[in-house]
């Protein structure tokens, strides 16, 4: 993890864009997705670091700024302390996830540590469904193989570096409850840990029939 960036004398934000886990395929992709939370109201600025509704900028320097401000680029959808890893799930529409870490004396908040749960203001939004990026994979997310016996998700549309293999078509809280066209259990997290994905034909190849991995 890069080193924590000295931000407003007082904190300091590693920005780490949280790719699925490389897993196993039938138990394979771990998902940070959360049920949608409504729209954050910002905290009155400068006064909790990055808090739900603040907004950031990006480069090598992440500093909270104005969201009216031009360098606005992402808005924060949740605010948790802790590790991404064990605290509680981020947004659905995440993009991003922010790790940051106190560096300095004179925290403006118990909330500086922790992490933030990004969202960019504007396109591309890695985080939706389908766009091989973002910190969660979800239904509607496709994946690849990237190494034997492990898969990455990726582009549906194929602008990935990988070609895309396995789309999850549904989620459901067991196995047994995934349809029998199934090729490959994703593992999300939430009510519906179970990710149901069918394999996507490749070119040149008979859709008909069922491919096992």
Same mark, same amino acid.
Request: one cysteine or more; glycine letters at 12%.
């Given at each position: 993890m890069?080193?924590?960036v000295p931000l407003l004398g007082a904190a300091a934000a590693a920005l780490l864009l949280l790719?699925?886990?490389?897993?196993?395929?039938?138990?394979?992709?771990t998902d940070d997705r959360a049920p949608a939370l409504p729209s954050p109201v910002p905290s009155p600025y400068g006064v909790v670091f990055l808090g739900p509704g603040d907004c950031s900028s990006r480069g090598p320097e992440i500093r909270e700024v104005s969201c009216r401000s031009e360098k606005a680029q992402a808005?924060?959808?949740?605010?948790?302390?802790?590790?991404?890893?064990s605290g509680p799930l981020? =947004? =659905?529409?995440?993009?991003f996830?922010?790790?940051?870490?106190?560096?300095?004396?004179g925290a403006r908040s118990r909330l500086t540590s922790g992490y933030a749960c990004m969202r960019n203001l504007e396109p591309p939004h890695p985080g939706d469904p389908g766009q091989g990026g973002g910190p969660l994979t979800v239904v509607g997310d496709c994946v690849t193989a990237s190494r034997a016996g492990e898969v990455r998700e990726t582009a549906c549309d194929g602008s990935g570096e990988r070609a895309p293999q396995y789309r999850v078509t549904s989620a459901v809280q067991r196995r047994e409850e995934c349809p029998g066209t199934t090729d490959l259990f994703v593992s999300l997290r939430g009510e519906a840990p179970v990710g149901c994905a069918r394999r996507l034909p490749v070119a040149g190849e008979a859709t008909a029939g069922t491919a096992h991995p």
């Open positions: 890069p080193p924590a790719l699925t886990g490389c897993q196993a395929p039938r138990g394979g992709v808005t924060v959808l949740a605010r948790h302390l802790g590790s991404a890893a981020c =947004p =659905p529409a995440t993009d996830v922010l790790h940051i870490s106190e560096t300095g004396e």
